[in-house]
C-alpha cells in the first residue's frame, strides 16, 4: 500500500501542521513530548524546590525525596530567601539592576529609531555608506571595546558608574537595534509621509506622531529582547562596574556567591531564582512579543 | 494633522525653555549618577536642610538610610537615563527646525543619527582599531608579536581547542534537538503549552543556568548521600559518584550541555515557524510520490527551510564562540575547560597582559568574522525571497 492510498486529507483543517503524520498523536508522541518538557524542566524545578528547604536538608537528601514531605512544616522555610536578600545585598543588587537595566533599554531604542528613521526616510549625502558602515559594526564582538573603553573610562571617571554602563551598553545594542527597526521602519508606506509632510509636519513630528506609533510591534520586541540581555549580562557589568561593591547588579551579585558560598546550597539556589524571577515574568507576560521579534530578526516577515 | 498643528504652535513658544531646564537637571543628575556615593550625600545634604543631622550623619558614615539613598538614585537615573535621552532630541530637533529651511535640511538628518554615529564610533570603531593595534604592543607600547606567537603554546592551543569543541557540540546539538522538538511538537494539539516549557530556559540568565546544572551535577563523597540529580540517578545504576562539572574532560560537555539546554528553544521557535511556512502543496506533491514520513521531512522539508537553519546555526554559533558566563562561573576556566572570552578576561584583570587580552579578542573578531558575514548573506536572501 502506498501513502497515496491513505486518506491525506486533515480533518482538523489547516490550523495544525499541514503534514501530520498518520500517527497523529499516537501513544510514543504523546510520550515522547511529555518527556521532553519533563527534561528541560526538571533542573529548574529541582532549584526552586531547594531554595524553599530546610537548610539543614537540603544535603542530606535529594530534593525530590523533599516533595515526599510536601505538607511537613519543618521541611520548608522562607529564611534563605530573607538571609540573600539581607546578607548577600540580593536586595540592593536588584535595585541597582533596574538601574542599569532601564535606561540601558530605553537610550539604544531612542537613539536608534531616530537613526533608523533618518536612514529610511530623509534623503542625505553619504546615506547608504553609512548604513553599510552601521550594518557591517554587527561584526565586531564586544570583547573588542573592553580595553580601550575601560581605559577612557579610568581617566574620565565613568568606572564604576551607572552613566558608564548604560552607554556602554547602548552602542553595544546599536548595531542590531538599528538594523531591525530599520527594516521595519523602511516599509511603512510612503504616502503616510506625503500627507504629513504636506500639512507641515516637521521630521521631527512625523517621528513621533507617524513612525513611533506604527511602529510599536517592533520596538516592543527589541525593548524586551534588550531588557533581557542586559538583566542577564554578566561581562559587561563585571568589567565596567567592577566584581563588587555598592553598584553590583544581580548576576554579579551571584557570580561572586558562587565564589563565596559554593557549598551553601539553600543560599545559592535561592539566590539564583531572585535574579531569574524577572526575566521569567517578562518572559512568560510577553512570550508573544517576544516570538514576533526573534522571528523578525531571524526570518522573512 | 491639522487641530495637531495650531496645538503645538501655542506649545511650542515655551518648549524650547521647558526642554532646556530639563536638561540642566538631567547634567546635575548626571553629576549625582557619576560622583561616588551621589545618592547617600543628596539625602544626606537634604537631611541637613530639614534639620536632621543626625540621619545625615549616619547617612555618610555608610548607614542609617541607605535603602532610601538607593531609591532616590533610582528615581534620579530613571529620569537621567530615559527622560534625559528624550530632551536631547527633543531639543536638539527644536532648536534646528528654527533654522533657515535651507540649513535646516542640511543639519537635521545629523541630529537624527549623530548620537548613534557617535556612540558607534567611540565604542566599537575606535576600540576595535584601538583593539587590533594594541595585540601587537608590548606592556610599554613597543611593537612586538609576542602576544600572537604566544597564542600558539601549550595552554592557549587548550583554549583554541575548547572553543572549537564548544562550536562544533554546542551549535549542532542546540539546532539539531530544535529541529526534531520543532518537528515533533508540530504534530500535537498543545503545541503552545509544550514549546514553553522547552523555550523558558532562554529567558535566564547564564549565570543562573550555571547555578541550575552545579545543582544537578553537585557531588558527594560515596559515603554520602548524593543530593544532585545526575549522581542520584548515576549512583541508582550502580555508578561511582562522579564529579560532573569539576573533572575534565567530563567536565566540558557538562558546560556544553548548559548552552545547549538554553539555546535549543531558540532554534525550536525559529525553525517551528519555518516549518509551518513551506506550502501545502510541496507536502502533497511529495507525499503523492510515496515519501514516506522520514523522507518527507530530510529530502522535502529541511532543504526548503534550509535558510532559517543557517540563521539559527549562525546566531548560536557566534554566541557560543563569545561564551563566557558559563565557563566563569563554572569554574573561571581552572579546569582545563578554559575558553577565549574567559582567558581573556583573565589576562586583563589578573596578570594585566593588555597586549594578549587584545590579541585574544581579535581572535574572536576574526571567528566570528566568517559566521556573521553568512548570517548577514543569508537573511538579505531570506528578504529577498
Known amino acids: 500500500m502506498t501513502a497515496s492510498a491513505k ?85 540592593a543588587a536588584f535595585l541597582n539592576s533596574l538601574i542599569v537595566t532601564i535606561p540601558s533599554t530605553v537610550i539604544p531604542i531612542t537613539v536608534a529609531a531616530f537613526a533608523a528613521y533618518a536612514f529610511a526616510w530623509i534623503p542625505f549625502r553619504g546615506r547608504g555608506f553609512l548604513f553599510i558602515v552601521v550594518v557591517a559594526l554587527l561584526v565586531v564582538p564586544l570583547q573588542m571595546a573592553l580595553i580601550p573603553i575601560l581605559k577612557i573610562y579610568s581617566g574620565a571617571s565613568l568606572y564604576g558608574t551607572f552613566v558608564g554602563i548604560w552607554l556602554a551598553h547602548t552602542a553595544f545594542g546599536l548595531p542590531l537595534a538599528i538594523f531591525l527597526l530599520y527594516n521595519f521602519i523602511s516599509q511603512l508606506p510612503r504616502d503616510l509621509f506625503e500627507s504629513a509632510s504636506i500639512d507641515g509636519a516637521s521630521h521631527f513630528q512625523a517621528f513621533v506622531q507617524i513612525v513611533l506609533p506604527l511602529s510599536v510591534p517592533a520596538l516592543g520586541a527589541f525593548t524586551i529582547f534588550q531588557f533581557l540581555w542586559v538583566w542577564n549580562d554578566l561581562l559587561v557589568a563585571l568589567v565596567f562596574l567592577g566584581p563588587g561593591g555598592d553598584v553590583q547588579i544581580m548576576p554579579t551579585a551571584l557570580f561572586n556567591m558562587i565564589g563565596s558560598r559554593g557549598g551553601s546550597w539553600h543560599l545559592l539556589t535561592a539566590g539564583a531564582f531572585l535574579t531569574m524571577m524577572v526575566p521569567l515574568l517578562v518572559f512568560l507576560t510577553l512570550q508573544r512579543a517576544f516570538v514576533r521579534g526573534i522571528l523578525a530578526g531571524s526570518v522573512k516577515s | 494633522m491639522a487641530p495637531a498643528r495650531t496645538h503645538e504652535s501655542g506649545l511650542s513658544r515655551f518648549l524650547p525653555i521647558a526642554v532646556l531646564i530639563g536638561l540642566l537637571a538631567a547634567a546635575a543628575g548626571v553629576r549625582i549618577l557619576i560622583e561616588p556615593h551621589g545618592g547617600q550625600n543628596l539625602l544626606a545634604s537634604f537631611y541637613d536642610l530639614i534639620g536632621n543631622p543626625a540621619g545625615a550623619e549616619a547617612l555618610r558614615n555608610g548607614q542609617g538610610d541607605q535603602f532610601l539613598a538607593k531609591l532616590l538614585l533610582a528615581a534620579i537615573a530613571l529620569f537621567v537615563g530615559v527622560g534625559g535621552i528624550w530632551l536631547l532630541f527633543t531639543g536638539a530637533s527644536t532648536l534646528v527646525e528654527r533654522f533657515p529651511p535651507k540649513f535646516r535640511d542640511r543639519i537635521l538628518p545629523w541630529v537624527f543619527i549623530g548620537p548613534a554615529l557617535l556612540l558607534l564610533g567611540i ?88 547555578v541550575i546544572w552545579s545543582f544537578v551535577y553537585a557531588w558527594q563523597p560515596a559515603s554520602q548521600p548524593q543530593f544532585g540529580l545526575l549522581n542520584a540517578i548515576w549512583t541508582a545504576f550502580g555508578g561511582e559518584p562522579v564529579p560532573w562539572s569539576t573533572k575534565f574532560p567530563i567536565n566540558i560537555p557538562a558546560e556544553i550541555l548548559i548552552m545547549i539546554w538554553l539555546q535549543t528553544g531558540f532554534a525550536m521557535v525559529v525553525l517551528s515557524a519555518a516549518i509551518k511556512g513551506v506550502s501545502t502543496e510541496v507536502i502533497e506533491a511529495a507525499r503523492l510520490d510515496g515519501a514516506n514520513e522520514r523522507q518527507l521531512f530530510f529530502g522535502v522539508i529541511v532543504p526548503i527551510i534550509r535558510g532559517s537553519i543557517i540563521t539559527v546555526a549562525t546566531t548560536i554559533g557566534i554566541a557560543t564562540l563569545k561564551i563566557f558566563d558559563i565557563v566563569m562561573s563554572m569554574s573561571g576556566g581552572r579546569n582545563h575547560d578554559d575558553v577565549v572570552a574567559v582567558r581573556m578576561f583573565t589576562e586583563m584583570f589578573q596578570f594585566f597582559n593588555d597586549g594578549r587580552a587584545a590579541a585574544l579578542a581579535t581572535v574572536l573578531f576574526i571567528a566570528v568574522l566568517p559566521v556573521m558575514v553568512i548570517n548577514l548573506r543569508n537573511f538579505r536572501r531570506q528578504q529577498a525571497m
Open chain 2, 123 to 210: 565604542y566599537l570603531v575606535y576600540p576595535a582599531v584601538a583593539t587590533i593595534i594594541g595585540s601587537f604592543q608590548d606592556q610599554k607600547g613597543a611593537f612586538t608579536l609576542a602576544n600572537w606567537s604566544s597564542l600558539a603554546t601549550g595552554p592557549f592551543l587548550e583554549i583554541l581547542r575548547n572553543n572549537a569543541i564548544w562550536l562544533v557540540a554546542a551549535t549542532a546539538g542546540s539546532v539539531g534537538l530544535g529541529l526534531l522538538v520543532a518537528a515533533l511538537f508540530d504534530r500535537i494539539k498543545r503545541e503552545a503549552l509544550a514549546k514553553t516549557f522547552v523555550f523558558v530556559p532562554y529567558a535566564l540568565s547564564l549565570v543562573g543556568a550555571t
Open chain 1, 7 to 91: 486518506p491525506i486529507a486533515r480533518s482538523r483543517g489547516r490550523r495544525f501542521a499541514f503534514w501530520r503524520a498518520p500517527m497523529l498523536e499516537s501513544l510514543p508522541l504523546r510520550i515522547s513530548v511529555l518527556v521532553i518538557c519533563f527534561l528541560w524542566t526538571v533542573p529548574t524545578a529541582g532549584l526552586l524546590v531547594s531554595s524553599f528547604r530546610n537548610p539543614l536538608l537540603i544535603t542530606k537528601s535529594g530534593w525530590w525525596e523533599g516533595l515526599l514531605h510536601l505538607f511537613e512544616a519543618n521541611q520548608w522555610t522562607l529564611s534563605n530567601y530573607q538571609q540573600v536578600l539581607a546578607g548577600d545585598n540580593m536586595g
